[in-house]
């Protein structure tokens, strides 16, 4: 049945259900319109057709306690009616495929055109030139598209009707490279058609003007060589000065901080959340799980009017109570939450199941009893009536029958909650008492206060028993859940993880606020937040319980105001009994927020269904690998394997370090970028021929772009990336000191250069290179030029490695053994080059000495780094920053909207903005297509099923309107729902709050409805399994 929404299989599969509806009376389209119903609609749906879900069960031939049968023939033949639970992968496209997308590029087209113009005219023979033609420049210029194209993606064109993504397009680091990319393809372009009517007007002026040549027609062919020539010349100056690097260099570097992330437990979903990571301001994190260990052991208890500040010994409790209180723990607990024995002798009992429960069964064994014999008594299918947990009751409660025909509930949940609705407690000797309010409110100081202050979570364990006739109103949820009898109150510990309050310290230091957003009592979280050092006795910071938040960020008719979320999200640390949608409230507050110079980027961790909306509306979702639901995971960017925090640190420093690869990249580029360019632009003026030939300039194209991506993009992060702030969204890509490293080593490699090339034949001694004939053979003058122009590159390499102005630009290379190799391998290709690369090349072998000269200028690099880095920075006023994203290029349209095209988090995907590219530069934008084709592929082209209960409609539900706007912060938490006059018209919960609802996050993390309504589950049915299963 997995593969329902799969139009292939089903209109495959219903030439099947005409010939096997029988054999199951359930079709596979009844199934499918089944599970697209929500709430009490399904419920309803399956009385009416099914009588209850064991009807379903019988119809479907599975058992709701034991599942199918398992035997092949009956697999077999659900297999043939029902599908496989498969979903096929897409067809991944063609080499060839990929590579004609790529060949569509606007650059490689004119070089497509340019190459088979030359190569038709080499073929030529001009009068009196004998067999003299050659075809390099055809060669060259055909040689240039397989290197390009190599480097080609997806197309877009074909693409665009699959943009809707599963996230918006807001990666800081894309926005920037997009507008400077933009910019350094225009300049290239002017450079390049200024070159070309220079070299024309010259060459045209030269030969008719001044030499007074005719225009003889049998010698156009050769002016048209000419003239083809210069246009190659110009395309390779364009070629040189668009960076095209610059996506790979950014899939080089997510792809292997990527593969890194995942040995520090970070499965990372889609590439840009890693770079946005760096620029995190802010984290929202839970508690349970996250900050601690998610290990519960009950550590203090409140049983027969006795406060026990550990275990008590089980003969100082009343033998009735005792009784009642294993019963308790042990029925009104999921099945499948047990306490099995360590895995390795000497160690600590595993835990499985839900750790809450894992706890108070811990507890049961604490006391020397055993909770196996009563889940033996009493199995699951026997419990009556099952009132699951969600975070609106905050509670748990199983009916059960008993022997006589009676009714016991057993109920457990959050302290002030459950104590609220008690009227007795069980005293010294195990018998009810009354418990009055002020019995109560003397409860909660001396006790559960107490324990919330020690961190610990408290929980009231109760009972409630009801006579056979008449038999109560199940539905009546308000009279059910009342009159209880408390059995006992425990203190639950869950310690924080000893690698906590290290991380949150670092976050800190890094300039990242770290916020709890939790379920549990303010007392508790604020004692654990402080262990884990998020606020500090002193500071001025804000706690606040979700109901108290709700107030004040709320105006009189119950609406959400920016304003006075604006006044609260500052100096707000914890956020206690929350829930989902305090959560996904906070995020887009803090998102929204104008009242900080550069936008809050904030990530956020959640781990249940309803964490889906404020998961797609961070800007980095983290859900937990352990804890979290499909739904969550589906809807986040990143997944914690271990559930730890301390990985969301490590997700920060590979996150900086990326953007300070791409950084050193540009470094390095834009040096190579601007010396070749004016040095073919220059050269071509002067001479009439660039010093650096079409296939030369390919290869220093191949260096500065594959080669010097692999080499920057893949250095390791360091714990000095956390020493400093978050970039932010309007820091330029290009600081001033990378702008004077830029320049500086420009100015070095442009001097040497100019010096070669004009009396470069005097020192060495050799034939000058210059105005040579259009088919000359190579000249040692111009090789040595090349040679010494990569050796310049290879060393600059080294000084791109530091971008903060650091000296020891040597400092971790031999931690990156791919830059060693790379460099390495690098001089060695260009020996092979120069030595016999020949007429292709454009290269002649060189003497040794030749070679010493080479490498010293080069090496010359690295001592003028030292120069420049002696330079300060701050008295170069006059150095321009360069890819700095502003305001209004930061938000994508399609976000201005976003409330009103938020979607349910069910879905899918959800559409991203469509980022508009300089047509000229098209091969950035297939480039760029790889990593966004990357990022999608899991998920692309998935159904999106209908939005029906959209966050956005359920937080202005009018149940959620607060009329009382006083500052109210209650003793006891009085988000009840018997005194809440909102939700007291209606008895069953909002279907809302209702889906598989987080339980770590809203409190105590017992059970999962999946029903998704308030209408409890029939005993022994198989959505109370599935319910009780987490």
Known sequence: MGDMTNSDFYSKNQRNEANHAGEFGCTLQELRSLMELRGTEA????????????????????????????????LEKRKLIFGKNFIPPKKPKTFIQLVWEALQDVTLIILEIAAIISLGLSFYQPPGEGNEAKQQDGAAAMEMQPLKSAEGGEGDDKDKKKSNMHKKEKSVLQGKLTKLAVQIGKAGLVMSAITVIILVLYFAIDTFV?????????????????????????????????????????????????????????????????????????????????????????????????????????????????ELLVNAIAINSAYTTKILPPEKEGGLPRQVGNKTECGLLGFVLDLKQDYEPVRNLIPEEKLYKVYTFNSVRKSMSTVIKMPDGSFRMYSKGASEIVLKKCSRILNSAG?????????????????????????????????????????????????????????????????????????????????????????????????????????????????????????RIRNEKGEIEQERIDKIWPKLRVLARSSPTDKHTLVKGIIDST?????????????????????????????????GTD??????????????????????????????????????????????????????????????????????NLIMDTFASLALATEPPTEAL????????????????????????????????????????????????????LHSPPSEHYTIIFNTFVMMQLFNEINARKIHGERNVFDGIFRNPIFCTIVLGTFAIQIVIVQFGGKPFSCSPLQLDQWMWCVFIGLGELVWGQVIATIPTSRLKFLKEAGRLTEKEEVPEEELNEDVEEIDHAERELRRGQILWFRGLNRIQTQIRVVKAFRSSLYEGLEKPESRTSIHNFMTHPEFRIEDSQPHIPLIDDTDLEEDPALKKNSSPPSSLNKNNSAIDSGINLTTDTSKSATSSSPGSPIHSLETSL
């Open 210 to 322: 001044v030499n007074k040549k005719p225009w003889l027609p049998e010698c156009t062919p050769v002016y048209v060589q000419y003239f083809v020539k210069f246009f190659i010349i110009g395309v390779t100056v364009l070629v040189v000065a668009v960076p095209e690097g610059l996506p790979l260099a950014v899939t080089i570097s997510l792809a292997y901080s990527v593969k890194k992330m995942m040995k520090d437990n970070n499965l990372v979903r889609h590439l840009d959340a890693c770079e946005t990571m760096g620029n995190a301001t802010a984290i929202c994190s839970d508690k349970t799980g996250t900050l601690t260990t998610n290990r519960m052991t009950v550590v203090q208890a409140y049983v027969g009017d006795v406060h026990y500040k550990e275990i008590p010994d089980p003969d100082s409790v009343p033998a009735k109570t005792l």
């Open 722 to 773: 956390l020493l400093r702030k978050p970039y932010g969204r309007n820091k330029p890509l290009i600081s001033r000191t990378m702008m004077k490293n830029i320049l500086g080593h420009a100015v070095y490699q442009l001097t040497l250069i100019f010096t070669l090339l004009f009396v470069g034949e005097k020192m060495f001694k050799i034939d000058s290179g210059r105005n040579a004939p």
């Open 43 to 74: 419920v309803v749906k399956i009385k009416e057709t099914y009588g209850e879900t064991e009807g379903l069960c019988r119809h479907l031939k599975t058992s709701p306690t034991e599942g199918l049968a398992g035997t092949a023939a009956d």
């Open 595 to 627: 009242q900080v110079e550069q936008r809050q980027v904030v990530a956020v961790t959640g781990d249940g269904t309803n964490d889906g909306p404020a998961l797609k509306k961070a800007d980095v979702g983290f859900a937990m690998g352990i804890a």
């Open 431 to 551: 018998e009810p008492r009354i418990f009055r309010p002020r019995d109560r409110d003397e409860m909660v100081k001396k006790v559960i206060e107490p324990m919330a202050c020690d961190g610990l979570r408290t929980i009231c364990v109760a009972f409630r028993d009801f006579n056979s006739s008449p038999e109560p109103d199940w539905d009546n949820e308000n009279d059910i859940l009342s009159d209880l009898t408390c059995i006992c109150v425990v203190g639950i510990e869950d310690p924080v993880r000893p690698e906590v309050p290290e991380a949150i310290r670092k976050c800190q230091r890094a300039g990242i606020t770290v916020r709890m957003v939790t379920g549990d009592n303010i007392n508790t979280a604020r004692a654990i937040a402080i262990k884990c050092g998020i606020i500090h006795p002193g500071e001025d910071f804000l706690c606040l319980e979700g109901k108290e938040f709700n107030r």
């Open 631 to 700: 739904v969550a995971k589906e809807a986040s960017d990143i997944i914690l394997t271990d559930d730890n925090f301390s990985s969301i640190v490590k997700a920060v420093m590979w996150g900086r370090n990326v953007y300070d690869s791409i950084s050193k990249f540009l470094q390095f580029q834009l040096t190579v970028n601007i010396v070749a360019v004016i040095v073919a632009f220059t050269g071509a003026c002067i001479t009439q021929d660039s010093p650096l030939k079409a296939v030369q300039m390919l290869w220093v």
